[in-house]
C-alpha cells in the first residue's frame, strides 16, 4: 500500500512539473510575439506622438551625460499623466547615475514622494506594481510605461514583458523615450542586435 501511495506521488510531481513547464512556454511564446511586435513598431518620443496614460512608469537607463535631453522628454510623461492620475507610480532603477536628478524633478513636477520607488530589477518591480493594483483589473491600473533613452527602449521593454509571466496578457506595458541617436538610426535594426533584445525573454526552449 505504501509503495502504490509513494508511486502516485511521484506520478503527481512529475505531471506538475509537465504542467508548470508547458505554461511557461505557453507565456514565452506571447512574450515572444510582443517583443518581436515592439521590435517593428515606432519607437515612441516627444518628437512624434503624446504619452498615453499609464499608472506606472518605470524610468530606467538614462545617462547621465543626457539628462538635460531626457528631462524634456520625461516632464512630459510625467504631466500628461499625474494632471490626470494622483496616485501615479513612477519607479527609478536603483543604478541610476542621474537618479537624485531624477527623483528631483519628480519632486518639482508634483509626484508625491511616497509615490517615487527605487527597484533593483525588474520583478521586484513588478511586485510592487500588483501590490499597488491590488487586483483591479480596469484599463488604466493595467497599463506601465518605461521609459529610457531610445537606443535602448526596446531592450528595457523586454525586461519588463520577461517578468510578466501570467500578467503578459492583462498589463500593458507602452514606451516612451528621449532622443539620444538620430531617429533613422532607430528605424533599421540589426539581426544582432534583434538577437539581443528578445534574449532578454528567459525562455526554456527556442522558439
Excluded at 542621474?98 to 518639482?108: G, Q, R, T, V, Y
Excluded at 521586484?124 to 488604466?140: A, Q
Amino acid at each position: 500500500m505504501r509503495k502504490k501511495l509513494v508511486y502516485l506521488i511521484c506520478l503527481l510531481s512529475v505531471a506538475t512539473l509537465s504542467y508548470s513547464k508547458k505554461d511557461t512556454n505557453v507565456y514565452c511564446a506571447e512574450k515572444i510575439a510582443k517583443v518581436e511586435y515592439m521590435i517593428k513598431d515606432v519607437v515612441k518620443t516627444e518628437h512624434q506622438v503624446v504619452p498615453k496614460y499609464v499608472s506606472y512608469i518605470d524610468i530606467s537607463n538614462i545617462e547621465a551625460k543626457d539628462f538635460e535631453v531626457a528631462k524634456r522628454s520625461l516632464s512630459l510623461l510625467i504631466n500628461a499623466n499625474s494632471l490626470t492620475n494622483d496616485n501615479l507610480t513612477v519607479f527609478v532603477n536603483e543604478n541610476e547615475k542621474a537618479k537624485s536628478k531624477i527623483i528631483d524633478l519628480l519632486i518639482s513636477i508634483g509626484i508625491n514622494k511616497k509615490n517615487i520607488y527605487e527597484y533593483s530589477n525588474k520583478r521586484e518591480m513588478l511586485k510592487k506594481i500588483l501590490k499597488i493594483r491590488n487586483g483591479r483589473n480596469d484599463l488604466l491600473s493595467n497599463r506601465i510605461a518605461v521609459f529610457s533613452k531610445s537606443s535602448n527602449i526596446r531592450q528595457e521593454y523586454a525586461k519588463i514583458i520577461n517578468v510578466l509571466d501570467e500578467y503578459v496578457n492583462i498589463l500593458v506595458v507602452d514606451n516612451y523615450s528621449y532622443l539620444d541617436i538620430p531617429r533613422s538610426d532607430l528605424l533599421n535594426i540589426s539581426d544582432k542586435e534583434k538577437e539581443k533584445i528578445l534574449n532578454e525573454i528567459k525562455c526554456n526552449y527556442k522558439k
